[in-house]
């Protein structure tokens, strides 16, 4: 049974000695406020240091679920990381450990996803763990549903689960889907640790103390199906424009696998416009050469309403996003090194002419979607 441990619930840290203490932070910024003498209370110290203690609190808890699934009957694997693991590089197409000796999934260029812990129960269960600090659950509901996709499609043997560890008097939980788990600790301070951190004989530290168990595995032992992130979102593009009678597939778009890649992906592109067709519609200036391309995706919100976006790629590292909300038009740049400015690269660059649409088209597009998720909502009331 996966109950929370006391000794979990109150934070008792007399078995991890000062493993605590042992981790690297990112403390460069926080520790240039403290120099300059900002108030404690002031909104910048603030944000700094419960970023930082934020770190400390997943390496915490990282720490004494190690210990939880060493004694624990029904865990069978539990992933190692920090210097728990051997140094290893960061594989692609698998989950490995990153520079940042964080457990992640990643293509050869890009990470997909980032999991703070990981483990699988006797029952083919795998669960990936979730720990903050953070009052208002909202963000990390959202980034729920891509990470639990991702886990179906590379584990597909295991039913996928999430445990959640947060601070008494956090809110929104009974807002979680049904997969997931919720732990609640008591409040957390890392005050100790940044003591440390300012001055390092403050404390004599014992040596960093591993857990030996045969279920500590490295991240990449754990076997996983072959995935290929950019094959697959190639392979979607081409199929939902494949129809012949019809410029968008809707039945193979709604097909629960899709959809599971969808919630992965958050966004299929399906096409393009020309400059000059969307000049009108997305209020574009001079600004953009006459012979860009206008890529256009079908994007899933977290209602589950699926909408169109639109995206201009200048450079290679220059990425715009348009989008309406309520109808109301918004412009965007993404960040140079997200994964959006590689898939709509890619994307483009596989779209021959028969990509091409009018916004004709578009409203046709737009109708149908529309359409489809009333009826879905419909369904579901």
Request: proline letters at 1%; aromatic letters at 12%; glycine letters at 2%.
């Amino acid at each position: 049974m996966l109950e929370i441990s006391k000794s979990i619930k109150t934070l008792n840290d007399s078995d991890i000695v000062d493993n605590i203490f042992h981790y690297d932070y990112n403390t460069k910024h926080l520790l240039s406020l403290i120099k300059k003498g900002i108030d404690e209370e002031d909104t910048l110290f603030l944000s700094s240091y419960r970023s930082f203690e934020g770190e400390v609190y997943e390496n915490f808890i990282y720490e004494k679920l190690l210990r939880y699934a060493r004694d624990n009957e029904s865990i069978d694997k539990f992933i190692l990381k920090g210097f728990h693991q051997n140094k290893q590089k960061a594989y692609a197409n698998t989950l490995s450990i990153s520079e940042k000796q964080q457990i992640v999934y990643r293509t050869k260029s890009r990470e997909i996803s980032e999991f703070d812990a990981m483990f699988v129960t006797k029952d083919k269960e795998l669960y990936f763990v979730e720990m903050t600090l953070v009052k208002s659950v909202l963000k990390l509901r959202k980034r729920l549903r891509k990470k639990r996709a991702l886990l179906e499609i590379i584990f597909p043997d295991y039913e996928i689960k999430a445990l959640i560890i947060l601070n008494e008097g956090a809110t929104g939980t009974r807002q979680f889907p049904s997969f997931c788990k919720v732990w609640f600790t008591q409040e957390f301070s890392a005050k100790n640790v940044l003591k440390y951190i300012k001055d390092k004989n403050s404390k004599k530290l014992l040596p960093i103390e591993k857990v030996k168990s045969p279920k500590m595995i490295e991240a990449h032992n754990l076997k996983i199906y072959q995935f290929r992130y950019y094959n697959t979102m190639s392979w979607i593009t081409r199929t939902i424009r494949a129809h012949k009678k019809h410029i968008l597939d809707i039945n193979f778009l709604m097909k629960d696998s899709i959809q599971r890649y969808h919630d992965l992906y958050n966004k299929f592109y399906i096409g393009y416009l020309s400059i000059e067709n969307a000049r009108d519609f997305l209020k574009l200036d001079e600004e953009y050469d006459k012979n860009q391309r206008v890529v256009i995706a079908i994007e899933k919100k977290y209602s589950d309403e699926i909408v169109l976006t639109y995206y201009i790629q200048r450079a290679r590292k220059n990425l715009y996003l348009y989008s309406f909300d309520n109808e109301k038009l918004s412009k965007e740049k993404k960040d140079p090194y997200g994964i959006t400015v590689t898939e709509v690269f890619h994307s483009s660059k596989m779209m021959d002419d028969s990509y091409e649409l009018s916004m004709q088209n578009i409203k046709i597009i737009k109708k149908l979607l529309k359409e489809r998720h009333l009826r879905e909502k419909s369904k579901a009331s």
